[in-house]
């Protein structure tokens, strides 16, 4: 699942790719009953009414809060894209595949053909006829169209951007009986960080992913909160993780997964200079932590 480097690394592609275009044709094969009657392009209804607010208008930015995506349309609306699973944007070349019913890539050699670039199910097409397509295996990611006070609404639920946090920002009265590893993964404790990159921060960390919020001193809340913004900015900087089915704008791969210290390290030995601990998986709060019973002591 995309998390906040790889969505960052999205909207950073957006935003070299997009401003300024033109919308002239928008399209979804997307279409479930679940999304009956709400807010997402899932309803053919809505559908509707969403590509008759984005065609014609220019896109001006996109934006990321926490793991969402907001991009500025020059009507003041704004499309609200969530990635969910296995959701990423791709830009370039394609064309319509009457047979097949679907969006394909112009060049079978780009990268923007690499078999987890083939599952695109949201297009916009922009006056010079290249193209922005949401791929998403899974078909969980979810579009929408929204208002700039909706925006704001969706905005104010999240907790603090994992950037410059001072331990005064947390609220650690209401998460100080959760485990480490579920609140550190609560986008309303801190936004944006999940399984990936919390095991990753408990590790450099050496805390164990059950220890409950409460017994963790202040001074160790320092070195998490350092951690996590170190890793999270080094993983942006080379583009996001691509361990699973994450790519980038151009289709291409990000490289933090070559940088897992025990992210999917389960029954290997742990890399920390001195340490021999043989890292293990268990399940936290209903996700599979990963670390290393040896140095993460509770
Ligand atoms: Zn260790």
């Not at 919308?23 to 997307?30: G, K, R």
């Not at 408990?202 to 409950?212: A, C, F, R, S, Y």
């Amino acid at each position: 699942m995309p998390e906040l480097p790889e969505v960052q690394t999205v909207v950073v592609g957006l935003n070299r790719k997009v401003r300024n275009l033109e919308i002239i044709e928008v399209w979804t094969d997307y279409k479930s009953d679940y999304y009956k009657g709400k807010k997402n392009i899932k309803d053919p209804a809505f559908f509707k009414k969403f590509k008759k607010e984005v065609l014609g208008q220019k896109i001006i930015k996109a934006e990321r809060r926490a793991k969402n995506i907001f991009i500025y349309l020059s009507n003041q609306k704004i499309i609200f894209v969530h990635l969910k699973m296995t959701g990423h944007f791709l830009f370039g070349d394609f064309i319509y595949n009457k047979g097949e019913k679907k969006y394909i890539p112009k060049d079978k050699n780009s990268p923007l053909n690499d078999r987890l670039n083939q599952f695109v199910h949201f297009v916009l097409v922009f006056e010079n006829n290249k193209v922005l397509a949401l791929s998403d295996m899974r078909k969980f990611a979810t579009v929408s169209i929204i208002s700039a006070a909706e925006k704001d609404k969706v905005k104010n639920i999240l907790g603090p951007e994992p950037f410059g946090l001072k331990i005064s920002d947390l609220n650690l009265e209401r998460f100080k009986n959760g485990k480490i590893k579920t609140v550190l993964m609560n986008p309303e404790f801190i936004a944006g960080i999940g399984n990936i990159y919390s095991d990753e921060i408990l590790w450099q960390v050496g805390i164990h992913p059950e220890t409950i919020v409460k017994n963790i001193l202040k001074t160790k809340w320092k070195e998490i909160l350092d951690f996590a913004e170190k890793i999270l900015k080094s993983s942006i900087e080379i583009g996001g993780d691509s361990m699973s089915d994450f790519r980038n704008i151009d289709g291409e791969k990000g490289k933090f997964q070559n940088k897992h210290k025990c992210y999917k390290l389960e029954n290997t030995k742990c890399k920390k200079v001195g340490c021999g601990g043989i890292l293990e998986k268990k399940k936290v709060g209903g996700r599979v932590a990963r670390f290393c019973p040896k140095h993460q002591k509770i």
